[in-house]
């Protein structure tokens, strides 16, 4: 069965600092990779998409990576600030089939905590 | 473009009441999906539908029907309310389904529902 596991479960920064986000997948076959952000009480909206060629994909303060290799990704935050306080959540895409019956397969999200 | 809306985004329901979730989105987006999210989980896929007219089932379709008359509207019946069906539901459309890489999935602000 298709799985996304994200780690870690929750995190709790200082604002101003930098913080890295984890996410291991079992998706296959691969079709692209997202991150979402979920503030609380709203719906998710998208970060970064990411296809099997592409290593590195940045989107303001948010880098994210993928290894397609040892299916891994990451999502580094710079510089957090207050607003980054949410729900990131990685959604892996297969080729139609398998995971969800819409081919997405979600992480149950990394909680992040940014303090003033 | 209002992009995905829904309403209500709050209600409180008795076992055994129905009741319809409705979504709606502007942006002529051929396929549609509910989502519904619970502490501690994913994620998880109710319903789908590739066009007006045609549905299919997700991973957890069990106590909830749906309907695409229109390529805008796709709205979420509970037949008879219980109290494994409280969560938040969240409806999205992205413009095909597949989610290619250039095709990008939005989702709607959330409907909290609670039932006693």
């Known amino acids: 069965k298709n799985q996304v596991e994200q780690s870690p479960q929750s995190l709790i920064i200082l604002e101003g600092k930098n913080c890295t986000l984890q996410?291991?997948?079992?998706?296959?076959?691969?079709?692209?990779l997202r991150w979402y952000k979920q503030d609380t009480g709203r719906g998710p909206v998208s970060l970064t998409i990411?296809?099997?060629s592409e290593n590195t994909k940045s989107n303001g303060r948010y880098t994210a990576t993928l290894d397609a290799d040892t299916k891994q990704s990451s999502l580094h935050i710079t510089a957090s600030q207050l607003s980054d306080s949410a729900s990131y959540i990685c959604?892996?895409?297969?080729?139609w089939g398998g995971g969800g019956a819409d081919g997405l397969t979600f992480g149950k999200g990394t909680h992040l905590i940014i303090q003033p | 473009n209002a992009g995905v809306t829904q309403t209500p985004k709050f209600q409180v329901l008795k076992t055994g009441q129905s009741m319809t979730l409705q979504c709606a989105q502007d942006?002529?987006?051929?396929?549609m999906s509910w989502y519904r999210q619970d502490p501690g989980m994913g994620l998880r896929l109710i319903h789908y539908s590739v066009g007006a007219g045609i549905t299919d089932q997700g991973e957890v379709p069990n106590g909830y029907n749906v309907s695409r008359s229109t390529t805008e509207d796709f709205p979420l019946r509970l037949l008879s309310a219980a109290p494994s069906q409280t969560s938040v539901y969240f409806c999205?459309?992205?413009?095909?389904?597949?989610?290619?890489?250039?095709?990008?999935?939005?989702f709607g602000p959330g409907t909290r529902l609670t039932v006693l």
């Open positions: 999205a459309s992205s413009y095909s389904v597949g989610l290619a890489a250039d095709n990008e999935q939005f």
């Open positions: 990411m296809t099997f």
């Open positions: 942006m002529n987006h051929e396929y």
């Open positions: 996410c291991n997948y079992t998706v296959s076959p691969f079709s692209n």
């Open positions: 959604v892996v895409s297969d080729v």
